[in-house]
């Protein structure tokens, strides 16, 4: 059976890991692929003769992952639209199984997650390290719940999309990632997990610069509650040191 689900992909440079990626997702059941190119210079657009039944938007230059997304989004009105990354590290055969979480949960999100009990990542060292303390402070800053929120492996409702493309002020980089789930979690759409097994890229290259990162922490910080606790522990450490002055001085 065809589930009523299309796949949107973003992709920038990512050729060679199209072509597999579209040759899996053909066998997993959905019923449509939307192929979101910034204008590759490797000869993606090449791809729409060789894929007819693959719809392709190419955008007049870099415009970013997230707006890549919602213009994806906008394109299908699919009741699931199923966000992954063009590299290979999310993997095709979790897509039907994310779907079914979304149905039998009646979840708005389902967010495919390495950090949640059998989820696996062998992503590089650091790129783990960098991925959950970002993970940890959105968790403080904006109190939800999740493990993993940064995750771009997505299952959406058509509710879900329809709020996300009304919404004009949406972070458009990597950082968007978390503003989404704030969002739809503020509006009280239903957010759940899904483990899946993320795979290292082995072709071509990441496109998160240092920029992006900085980003990330900016917004989290700026967030009311991270600021507070981050006031509350630069309080707590002139405390100490007043403190351990008073006792070494004068007890
Ligand atoms: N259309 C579009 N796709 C992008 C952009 N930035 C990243 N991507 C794609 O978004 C996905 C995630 O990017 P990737 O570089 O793998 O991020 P990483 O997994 O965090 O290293 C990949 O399919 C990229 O090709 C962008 O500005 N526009
Ligand atoms: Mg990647």
Redesign the pocket.
């Given at each position: 059976m065809t589930l009523n689900a299309s796949v949107v992909?973003?992709?920038?440079?990512?050729r060679e890991n199209l072509k597999r990626l579209i040759q899996e997702l053909k066998g997993e059941n959905v019923n449509s692929i939307y192929v979101?190119?910034?204008m590759s210079e490797d000869g993606t657009e090449m791809l729409k003769k060789e894929y007819p039944d693959v719809h392709f938007l190419i955008?007049h230059g870099?415009?970013?992952?997230i707006s890549?997304e919602i213009d994806g989004m906008r394109l299908t009105d699919s009741d699931y639209v199923v966000v992954m990354?063009?590299?290979l590290?999310h993997k095709p055969e979790d897509v039907p199984k994310m779907i079914e979480k979304a149905i039998n949960t009646s979840s708005d999100l389902v967010i495919g997650s390495r950090y949640m009990e059998s989820g696996i990542t062998n992503d590089e060292f650091i790129r783990q390290i960098i991925s959950k303390i970002a993970n940890t402070l959105f968790r403080i800053s904006f109190d939800i719940h999740l493990h993993d929120c940064t995750s771009?492996f997505r299952v959406y409702s058509r509710k879900a999309c329809n709020f996300i493309g009304k919404q004009i002020d949406i972070e458009n980089g990597?950082v968007g990632q978390v503003d989404i789930v704030n969002r739809l979690n503020q509006a009280g759409f239903k957010i759940t997990e899904y483990p899946v097994v993320f795979v290292k890229?082995t072709e071509g290259k990441?496109?998160?610069k240092m920029r992006e990162i900085v980003n990330f922490f900016l917004f989290v910080i700026y967030n009311k509650k991270m600021f507070r606790f981050l006031l509350g522990f630069i309080v707590f450490l002139i405390g100490m040191v007043i403190l351990s002055y008073i006792i070494i001085h004068f007890v």
């Open positions: 992909v973003p992709a920038l440079n990512e979101i190119d910034d955008r870099r415009l970013g992952l890549a990354d063009a590299d590290s771009g990597y890229r990441s496109k998160l």
